[in-house]
């Protein structure tokens, strides 16, 4: 029966994936309510109990086990573009252009000082050579900037590792406090939405903590900042690269 039961899971791997997550939520509202008292969102402590799943299963995460396989297919880049895309669709227009050149400018700010950011970490790490400097900071802007930064220039897979580290911390960072300050910053409307998706850039973190906040504003913030890891993507390794090798190369 265990065998029959193990391969009906494995053979219908996404659907077991999408059970799963269903009950890691369902366990981290939980704690997030009754243990927490609410102080840190439900979403924030799944993201970490996700991160330990992924930690303790190996190269491929959770999925590196049969069992877990369609994790692999549930957490890939398709259904994960599909998903910001869709969460996209709910925006409105007419607040989208009301915000535009705000949102605009947000990006850019955005990117500029997460980098910089990034790069003064850098330094005061240690790393002084400017394909280093630059990939750590791309990293600082999202998880996805850093790794495409880092092999678009060459950084080794230390470097890349240390990106990928500062963009998740800065997830977990902004899912975590976005509805402990959303009252202090505003955070009540579509405009203040995608000025802070186009400061802070990270997708998943600024959905999440906008869920956390008012589930209205998570198509906002997330429509500026699937947008903050393109516009990331092009200029950390490209412009800002070359600034860095000006300033310090």
Same mark, same amino acid.
């Given at each position: 029966?265990?065998?029959?039961?193990?391969?009906?899971?494995?053979?219908?791997?996404?659907?077991?994936?999408?059970?799963?997550?269903?009950?890691?939520?369902?366990?981290?509202?939980?704690?997030?309510?009754?243990?927490?008292?609410?102080?840190?969102?439900?979403?924030?402590?799944?993201?970490?109990?996700?991160?330990?799943?992924?930690?303790?299963?190996?190269?491929?995460?959770?999925?590196?086990?049969?069992?877990?396989?369609?994790?692999?297919?549930?957490?890939?880049?398709?259904?994960?573009?599909?998903?910001?895309?869709?969460?996209?669709?709910?925006?409105?227009?007419?607040?989208?252009?009301?915000?535009?050149?705000?949102?605009?400018?947000?990006?850019?700010?955005?990117?500029?000082?997460?980098?910089?950011?990034?790069?003064?970490?850098?330094?005061?790490?240690?790393?002084?050579?400017?394909?280093?400097?630059?990939?750590?900071?791309? !990293?600082?802007?999202?998880?996805?900037?850093?790794? @495409?930064? #880092?092999?678009? %220039? +060459?950084? &080794? $897979?230390? /470097?890349? *590792?240390?990106?990928?580290?500062?963009?998740?911390?800065?997830?977990?960072?902004?899912?975590?406090?976005?509805?402990?300050?959303?009252?202090?910053? !505003?955070?009540?409307?579509?405009?203040?939405?995608? @000025?802070? #998706?186009?400061? %802070? +850039?990270? &997708? $998943?973190? /600024?959905? *999440?903590?906008?869920?956390?906040?008012?589930?209205?504003?998570?198509?906002?913030?997330?429509?500026?900042?699937?947008?903050?890891?393109?516009?990331?993507?092009?200029?950390?390794?490209?412009?800002?690269? @070359?600034?860095?090798?000006? %300033?310090?190369?």
């Amino acid at each position: 029966m265990k065998a029959i039961l193990s391969d009906l899971l494995i053979k219908n791997g996404l659907i077991f994936a999408f059970l799963v997550v269903g009950l890691i939520l369902l366990v981290s509202f939980w704690i997030a309510r009754r243990v927490l008292g609410g102080l840190i969102p439900g979403v924030a402590v799944a993201i970490i109990i996700g991160l330990v799943l992924a930690f303790l299963g190996g190269e491929r995460g959770i999925a590196s086990f049969p069992l877990f396989s369609g994790m692999a297919l549930l957490g890939g880049s398709m259904l994960r573009d599909f998903a910001v895309v869709a969460t996209a669709t709910g925006a409105d227009p007419a607040q989208m252009k009301h915000a535009g050149p705000a949102g605009t400018i947000a990006l850019f700010i955005g990117v500029v000082l997460a980098f910089v950011i990034g790069v003064a970490l850098a330094l005061a790490m240690g790393y002084t050579d400017p394909v280093s400097l630059t990939t750590i900071g791309a !990293g600082v802007c999202t998880y996805i900037v850093g790794p @495409v930064t #880092g092999t678009a %220039l +060459g950084a &080794t $897979s230390e /470097v890349m *590792a240390i990106s990928i580290a500062a963009g998740v911390v800065k997830t977990i960072a902004t899912t975590v406090l976005t509805p402990l300050l959303a009252r202090r910053l !505003g955070l009540d409307n579509p405009h203040s939405a995608v @000025v802070f #998706g186009g400061l %802070l +850039g990270t &997708t $998943s973190g /600024v959905a *999440a903590g906008l869920a956390a906040t008012d589930p209205k504003l998570v198509p906002y913030g997330a429509l500026t900042a699937t947008f903050y890891t393109g516009l990331g993507c092009l200029l950390c390794p490209s412009v800002l690269h @070359v600034i860095v090798l000006a %300033l310090l190369g």
